[in-house]
């Protein structure tokens, strides 16, 4: 439990936990309890694993890490965390609980961390109600994905966030200059992988990569998000491209939709894609 201010923070925290087992109170961050908007944790650069927060009837936050200060990660990384709880409670957060400001430099990856109640087990690296910084030149790689209410995450110059499979909810997105936002879309899954706002703020790029779910030729339209503010900046989209399809895509006016056609290559082409005598 951190009240003040630490400096730094490194190692390896692993099977680390906070459990409520009278249920008439809570259980916030497994290894790490950023308690207070004035409490700061200036560096911490871990690994996390296994850790979990447990709750018999109160809420469960945080299975790594709980903030409501300032906390800054450089190059860590978080895999099966999880916070657990009874069928009528409230979990969020499978890695970290945000209601600060979490800052996050150098390669930081999710992978694995969950969020459960009573039986029914979701995907879940962070919830976020604070800010989320993306620090210039620096990765943030989930897996699990991001929810919250009312949270911001800015994406810094040159920084790239890497959602893969993952989904945002409940947080604007803020691209800064030169960020590159990489995410995986499916040809037969609904669903925004932003369910909010994104604000380019300078010039960043879009890169896609599309798992194609059957077919051999049609026509797609994948919505980004709700909505794209380009008062102040534009974005790019990369190439797509896949092995087994030839792809063309284009950005709508409105930025925030991608229009896919493609078209499954012959055998003779797939062969030569993948260097293969056929």
Not at 162 to 177: C, H, Y
Not at 242 to 259: C, F, G
Request: aromatic share 6%; charged share 10%.
């Amino acid at each position: 439990y951190n009240y003040s201010q630490i400096g730094k923070i490194s190692g390896h925290f692993i099977d680390n936990y906070a459990e409520n087992k009278q249920g008439i109170s809570s259980a916030q961050g497994g290894a790490i309890h950023n308690a207070v908007a004035g409490s700061n944790i200036g560096e911490i650069s871990a690994e996390f694993v296994g850790n979990y927060a447990t709750s018999a009837g109160g809420a469960a936050s945080g299975g790594a890490i709980w903030n409501a200060g300032v906390s800054s990660l450089n190059n860590s990384t978080f895999s099966n965390n999880s916070v657990v709880g009874a069928a009528d409670t409230t979990t969020d957060g499978g890695a970290i609980w945000n209601s600060g400001t979490v800052r996050f430099v150098g390669t930081n990856t999710f992978s694995g961390n969950t969020s459960s109640t009573g039986t029914v087990l979701s995907k879940n690296d962070i919830y976020n109600s604070g800010t989320i910084n993306i620090s210039d030149n620096s990765v943030l790689s989930i897996s699990g994905g991001i929810t919250g209410m009312n949270g911001t995450l800015v994406v810094g110059d040159d920084a790239t966030l890497q959602l893969n499979d993952a989904t945002i909810s409940g947080n604007s997105v803020t691209m800064s200059d030169g960020a590159t936002l990489s995410m995986l879309l499916h040809s037969n899954k609904a669903g925004l992988p932003i369910d909010g706002n994104v604000i380019l703020n300078g010039n960043s790029n879009l890169n896609l990569s599309v798992l194609f779910d059957g077919g051999t030729s049609g026509v797609q339209s994948y919505a980004i998000s709700k909505s794209i503010d380009t008062t102040n900046g534009d974005w790019t989209l990369g190439a797509i491209t896949n092995a087994l399809y030839d792809i063309s895509a284009t950005l709508t006016d409105a930025r925030n939709v991608v229009e896919l056609s493609y078209e499954r290559k012959s055998v003779s082409d797939i062969a030569s894609s993948l260097n293969i005598d056929n």
